[in-house]
Nanobody, 116 residues
Framework: QVQLVESGGGLVQPGGSLRLSCAAS????????MSWYRQAPGKERELVAH????????SYPDSVKGRFTISRDNAKNTVYLQMNNLKPEDTAVYYC?????????WGQGTQVTVSS
């Protein structure tokens, strides 16, 4: 079955950096576009980064553009999210999934907390 396992979150001060990883299994990872999403308390889940199946194209919402970078390693079935210059408003649980997402395959996510 499809499994998505996120890791790399933690507590970081404003201006700090984190690198998230997502290990995928149970489907042909290299043929799917992938995205990172996040959900803050009391808010809806939102997309924060997208990458095509080949890794040749990426996109971001304005809220994270210039600070977040998505990448993938199809040989390792893994997608990454490098987050720099983190802000308190980036605090959320971060998830990876295909795009469009497989609704039955959401993982546990990884908590990112940005606070001094």
């Amino acid at each position: 079955q499809v499994q998505l396992v996120e890791s790399g979150g933690g507590l970081v001060q404003p201006g700090g950096s984190l690198r998230l990883s997502c290990a995928a299994s149970g489907f042909t990872f290299s043929t799917y576009a992938m995205s990172w999403y996040r959900q803050a308390p009391g808010k809806e889940r939102e997309l924060v980064a997208h990458i095509t199946w080949s890794g040749g194209d990426t996109s971001y919402p304005d809220s994270v553009k210039g600070r977040f970078t998505i990448s993938r390693d199809n040989a390792k079935n893994t997608v990454y999210l490098q987050m720099n210059n983190l802000k308190p408003e980036d605090t959320a649980v971060y998830y990876c999934n295909t795009n469009p997402p497989r609704e039955s395959s959401w993982g546990q996510g990884t908590q990112v907390t940005v606070s001094s």
